[in-house]
Each structure stands twice: as C-alpha cells, then as structure tokens.
C-alpha cells in the first residue's frame, strides 16, 4: 500500500478483555516495529521484526503482550487481560530494513482507552 | 548505550522568527539521526535525517538540521516560523550495526499569531 496501515484507529475495551491491534506495512518493507505512546510521553519501544529473523522482544512490557507477523506482511500485536495503564496510542512502523540509513514510516496509531 | 535527548519540553516562538529545537545523542560510532514531526492526533512523519557528507541537511516544510559530531549534537531548525509548524517534534537516533531507533522525548513546538 502507500502507507503504513494500521487498524482499528479507535478502540474502546473494558479492563480484563483481550484486544488485537493490526499492522500493514508498507509494500517491500522487511522491517517492522511497534512503538507505544502514552499520553504527554515518547515513544516507548515495544517490538521489532525483520524478515525472517526472530523478532526483538525487548522492549514488551509484560508477558500480556505479544506480536505475530504472518508471511513477512502483516503484523498483529495483541494485548491480553488488558489493564488501564494500557491505554495509550500503538504505532506501528515500517523500513526496506537492512543496514543503510532507512528511514521508518509510520501509520496513523491505534488508541486505546481500556475503561 | 544508545540515547537521545531533547532538553526542552516546550518552545515557544513568534511567528516568523527563526526557530530551533535542540537535539543531542550518544551512540557508539557514527549515527543517523532523524527528525519527525507529530500534528494532534496524527501519527510521526518524517522531516528529515542525516546520514553521512554536509552537515546540514535540508527536509520537508522548509526544515533543516545541523549534525555537530563535536558536540553530539542535530538542532532542528527552520530560519521562519509558522504557526502551521506548531507540533510535537520528536529527534531519533540509530547507530550503524542495528536497527532500533531510539526516540527522543519529543519537545512541543508554539509558534505565536
């Protein structure tokens, strides 16, 4: 597509529930990442694939969250028993990777407000 | 370790006066350093980076970046403010062997009618 596509743009959830949060990247782009951005804060890493590789997990706050990406496309980073600390805006960004100096693009952000 | 900070919170300016918002970092080797820009509620887009060769770097909406490798630091800077650059303006950093970007804080830009 012409642009990192992130889905849905809003989300509502109640505290406990499970919420799914989707990425698509920009066609041809290998390298994908998850930021989160709480309100008045940075970027707060969360998650990071490239190609093939296994993903960099580092920056996952808890063992609540987790990110899949299917066929080197499209990623889903989900969120579990979901806590109002969660609350923030996900995004989601992409690169062509590799070693050069590759700008990241990013979508419009997911927010989400855990009531 | 990797880091990017940005000292200011808030900048305030008058509109059509020149404009700086300040950036260092510290990274092992050589960076690219990058700047975006966040409008309310709106996702980062890119202004501008550095890589390697002149120092300043020129980007979109008339925006420009000096790398000091002295003084570790990537100034954003625009020689007349609009009131239409008031944003959220956030300084990355990426050293040469990885691929994680390290994000600034981010500094809230004003340009005053």
């Known amino acids: 597509g012409a642009g990192v596509s992130q889905s849905p743009s809003n989300k509502v959830t109640e505290k406990g529930k499970d919420v799914e949060l989707r990425c698509d990247p920009i066609s041809g782009h290998t390298a994908l990442y998850w930021y989160r951005q709480s309100l008045g804060q940075g970027l707060e890493f969360l998650i990071y694939?490239?190609?093939?590789?296994?993903?960099?997990k580092s920056g996952l706050p808890s063992d609540r969250f987790s990110a899949e990406r299917t066929g080197g496309s499209v990623s889903t980073l989900t969120i579990q028993r979901t806590q109002q600390e969660d609350s923030a805006v996900y995004l989601c960004?992409?690169?062509?990777?590799?070693?050069?100096?590759?700008?990241?693009?990013f979508g419009e952000g997911s927010w989400l407000t855990v009531v | 370790a990797q880091s990017v900070a940005q000292p200011e919170d808030q900048v305030n300016v008058a509109e059509g006066n020149p404009l700086t918002v300040k950036c260092t970092y510290s990274v092992s080797g050589n960076p690219y350093l990058f700047w975006y820009v966040q409008y309310p509620n709106r996702g980062l887009q890119f202004l501008l980076k550095y890589i390697t060769g002149d120092n300043l770097v020129k980007g979109s909406y008339g925006f420009e970046a000096e790398f000091n490798k002295s003084q570790t630091s990537f100034h954003l800077k625009k020689p007349s403010a609009l009131v239409s650059d008031s944003a959220l303006y956030f300084c990355a950093v990426r050293d040469r062997t990885g691929n994680q970007f390290y994000f600034g804080t981010g500094t809230s830009l004003t340009v005053i009618p």
């Open positions: 960004a992409s690169s062509t990777g590799g070693l050069a100096g590759n700008t990241i693009y």
């Open positions: 694939f490239q190609g093939n590789s296994a993903p960099d």
